[in-house]
């Protein structure tokens, strides 16, 4: 029910559009640094890791760059950042709503005519949808940077044996498929976070409660659904 | 005006309002008031349509707001200011942008005009200073007035209080009160207002509906009071050392 009002008409294109630059600023650009810090440091003891523990006289010496690869763009630079995601911009979409319930803000909105579901929560799931592919992107990349900074100032391994390793094989759907699931999660993180902010009833403690069970049930979607599409995308 | 006809509204089976007729005249300052837990919020709650009456009868000018459309209710719902207890505004924009939102979400005018409109708003509850600062940096008081602009930017036809003086000091109280009354008179609004607070209902009560368990118990205007036998009201109404001496001034000044 509320997700039907939520993909109402918007009662002013321009007001909602403000809304969706806002929000893309918050959700988005102002997740840009911790998306890069963690990417890339992810990147780095992957490779470390990979290099430490499947060194061996029979393996080829591309196999580090190669795996990293694999690794950052299958599953970290998507699911795994997005349940990071999931607990930095969740927790503030939940408690942002959940507040606005409490003191009445969205009371207010109610009684001016206005759809509140529709002016709240579409902008951010608009905004989330925009930013997070935009983000794993970013993250793939910062991954790299960041193998590559393993080698060069820790000289772990030839930066040529891992630029090899890094392009051996590579397959560009990898990418897609990353891409097209952080759709998905980014759907999952904005409705939920929504959901849980909206429906509060209470006081300080109910929202934090929200906020909470919207990290917890995002993060548990968007592992079931990254499963399945998994599944759908690469099976 | 606003008519309520046999307004019901219950929860979990256990009635809260019950039978509720009232009528809320035009440029009067209209008074809900009633121990807390009585029903008076849940009222206000139904009259605003927040919430939705089992049974009953709801009148903006003869117009039944339970039994008509979304796009109906819309119309009057543009009609509509209210005041939050908590003033409930909107915490990441400025004094000026909060007085500006219904604008520029439903008028169609210039920039300039909404802008001068939200201005003079903001000039009526006397706050021009105060434009470009956040809900969190102003007193309580000023978050109410600003509520007030908010509310009345639209130039509506019925403004809703909840408990506007809850949370101020006596001396704000009585300039949110007289701003009220000031501003229901010259926009010839239907205001009602939900309090306990004594001081409104002695000072701007043109018309009081006294709720009582969920029934209404009693109605009148301020001068009533001072000389009504329901024992009810008087126990609510002069419970303090206070109001009794109040009483007893008033009804010596009635009598002489």
């Known amino acids: 029910m509320l997700m039907g009002r939520t993909f109402g008409r918007p009662e002013r294109l321009r007001m909602s559009f403000k809304q969706f630059i806002n929000e893309m600023e918050k959700l988005g650009v102002n997740s840009i640094g911790i998306v890069l810090l963690i990417s890339f440091f992810i990147g780095a003891v992957i490779t470390i890791q990979i290099k430490l523990n499947i060194e061996s006289p029979f393996m080829p010496r591309w196999t580090v760059g190669y795996v990293t690869r694999e690794i950052m763009l299958l599953e970290f630079s998507s699911a795994i950042m997005c349940l990071i995601l999931a607990g930095k911009v969740g927790s503030n979409i939940a408690s ?17 005519g206005i759809n509140s579901a529709n002016y709240l929560i579409l902008p951010k799931i608009a905004a989330m949808v925009t ?105 | 005006m ?25 440029g009067k300052t209209n008074l809900i008031i009633g121990q807390s837990g009585s029903g008076k919020t849940v009222l206000m709650k139904c009259i605003v349509g927040l919430l939705t009456p089992e049974k009953g009868e709801l009148l903006y000018d003869d117009r039944n707001f339970l039994t008509m459309g979304k796009k109906e209710k819309k119309i009057i719902r543009r009609e509509m200011g209210m005041i939050f207890q908590s003033a409930a505004l909107f915490d990441s924009m400025t004094v000026l942008e909060n007085v500006m939102f219904p604008l520029n979400m439903f008028s169609n005018d210039t920039l300039r005009n909404r802008t001068r409109q939200a201005m003079f708003c903001l000039d009526r509850v006397n706050l021009t200073e105060a434009q470009y600062k956040y809900p969190g940096e102003i007193s309580g008081g000023m978050q109410k007035r600003v509520a007030i602009a908010r509310a009345i930017a639209l130039k ?19 300039v949110i009160d007289e701003l009220i009354h000031d501003i229901t008179t010259e926009y010839n609004m239907t205001t009602l207002i939900n309090t306990h607070d004594m001081n409104s209902v002695i000072g701007i009560g043109e018309k009081i509906i006294y709720i009582y368990e969920g029934y209404k118990e009693w109605e009148g205007s301020k001068e009533d009071i001072f000389t009504s036998s329901n024992q009810k009201l008087n126990d609510f109404i002069f419970a303090s050392d206070l109001f009794r001496k109040v009483k007893e001034v008033e009804v010596r000044n009635i009598e002489g």
């Open chain 1, 131 to 235: 930013a997070i592919p935009v983000l794993v992107t970013f993250s793939i990349f910062a991954g790299i940077v960041g193998a590559f900074c393993s080698c060069w100032f820790l000289g772990i391994m030839s930066a040529v044996d891992l630029e090899y390793g890094l392009q051996y094989m590579f397959v560009e759907w990898f990418i897609w498929s990353g891409i097209i699931k952080s759709f998905f999660f980014a759907f999952i993180i904005a409705s939920v976070s929504a959901f849980f902010g909206y429906t509060v009833e209470g006081g300080s403690i109910e929202v934090g409660k929200a906020s909470t069970d919207s990290v917890v049930t995002s993060s548990v979607l968007i592992l079931f659904a990254d499963l399945v599409l998994t599944k759908l995308l690469m099976g």
């Open chain 2, 156 to 174: 509506p036809q019925y403004l809703f209080c909840d408990e506007p003086n809850s949370g101020l000091d006596p001396k704000t109280s009585l």
């Open chain 2, 2 to 26: 606003i008519e309520l006809k046999g307004l019901w509204k219950s929860f979990e089976k256990k009635d809260v309002l019950k039978d509720i007729n009232a009528i809320f005249e035009n």
């Open chain 1, 96 to 112: 942002e709503i959940g507040t606005m319930r409490v003191t009445q803000q969205i009371d207010a909105l109610e009684i001016m």
